[in-house]
């Protein structure tokens, strides 16, 4: 019997049972989220613009070789003080300065040649200067000895012997039937008389003669000035012009080759603190490559780096507020000096190398200010105190059209607003909305 029901079991097996169907989950009723509600309110909407900046030297230079080359030495390190005229590198420029020794020795032997020339020049100028005042006196004496009086004298005494002869001639005339006339007193006066005569007469013509040959010794005196005012003029003229050409064609040389010098030379332009130094000896440097940044640290203010924006609202002149870094709680004053161009008056536009950089003087205490100390920057750009207000994200824009919802009850609808003055977290309502009303945020 047991037999027989397991093979009964095995020949009909038990069939299962339909399955019931399945209950479907319910969905989910989506939740809608509350939108943000905002309520018009009256306070100070300020409009402030924010900025990073550093503590940078207000006087900065970038400096470079004007040549390519191969850096010979240089002078200085990172952080390093150096003087204005001070040489911070140099390249290797052994054949130029041998050259530039050469011309300085050229220089001095052509000042020692015009030295000298200028020597001679300045005492042959005295003599000859001497040598016109000798040939002036000689001249005004020859004019002081007038021969006029002596020729009046001469006149004087010729007319006196004329008469005296005329007197014994008569004289003699009178005992002339004489036979011993010859040996008489009257003839012996007439002989003298007339010597004394013919003696006048020569004294005459002598001074006749002392006058014309006056005015030839005068009219000499005379060209003889001429020639010492001519020769003097001559050598106050200065000393031959190829010792001057000379001296200026070798400070030419000299000033050229002292130029190449300096172009291969990094000099300091002002008392300052190298701030950057990209140099090796041995390396090539670059023309115009910028490769020492020296600041005058004496002096320090606050240099940022803004997109055009930021600049659009500033002014040179504006005041502004900035903390530092090391002193979260702690605020000082200053004034933007400088702003690129063509926000200020920095650069000017086609300049590549031009300075982008907004530049702000430090007007409060400049104790505490470090190089490279982190500076957050405000403006105040405007400022009202009493003026309706939203926050920003509760007005909404459409094609130009700025407008808010505003909740009446169980009514919403859209009010058309003016905007003014629009801060970081305030915006002023100047006209459509009134205070207390409740705006619904997109």
Known sequence: ??????????????????????????????????KPVYKVERG???????????????????????????????????????????????????????????????????????????????????????????????????????????KVQAETDLEQARLALQRAQEAYDAIAWRSDRAASREAQVLQQETINFQRAQAAYQLALQEIESHTYQVAILEKQVALAELALQELQAGVDPLLRNDVQRAELTVQRLEAEVKDHSIIAPFDGQVMSLNLVPGRVAEAFKPSIILGDTSGLEITADLNETQMRNLKEG??????????????????????????????????????????????????????????????????????????????????????????????????????????????????????GQVVIGP
């Open 318 to 435: 504006m005041e502004v507020t900035f903390t530092l870094s090391d002193y979260p709680d702690q605020t000082w004053k200053g004034v933007i000096r400088l702003l690129p161009y063509p926000f200020g008056g920095g650069g000017r536009p086609g300049l590549a190398d031009q300075d982008r950089s907004t530049h702000i003087s430090v007007t409060s205490d400049r104790q505490s200010l470090k190089l490279g100390d982190l500076a957050r920057v405000t403006v105040v750009l405007e400022r009202k105190a009493d003026a309706l207000w939203l926050p920003p994200q509760a007005v909404r824009t459409f094609e130009g059209r700025k407008f808010v919802v505003v909740q009446e009850g169980d009514v919403q609808r859209r009010v058309d607003v003016k905007i003014g003055i629009e801060g970081e977290d305030r915006v002023e309502i100047v006209s459509g909305l009134e205070q």
């Open 1 to 34: 019997l047991l037999a027989v029901a397991v093979l009964t079991a095995c020949s009909n097996p038990i069939r299962p049972s339909a399955p019931e169907p399945a209950t479907p989950t319910p969905i989910p009723t989506p939740i809608v989220p509350a």
């Open 44 to 150: 100070e909407v300020v409009h402030l613009v924010k900025f990073l900046g550093r503590v940078s030297p207000a006087k900065e230079a970038e400096l470079f070789f004007r040549v390519g080359g191969r850096v010979r030495a240089v002078y200085v390190g990172m952080n390093d003080q150096v003087k204005a005229g001070q040489v911070l590198a140099e390249l290797e420029m052994d054949a130029l300065e041998r050259e530039l020794a050469a011309a300085r020795r050229e220089l001095g032997r052509a000042r020692v040649r015009l030295s000298q020339a200028e020597r001679d020049q300045a005492a042959a100028i005295a003599r000859a200067q001497l040598e016109l005042d000798i040939r002036r006196l000689q001249l005004e004496a020859q004019r002081a000895k007038a021969p006029k009086p002596r």
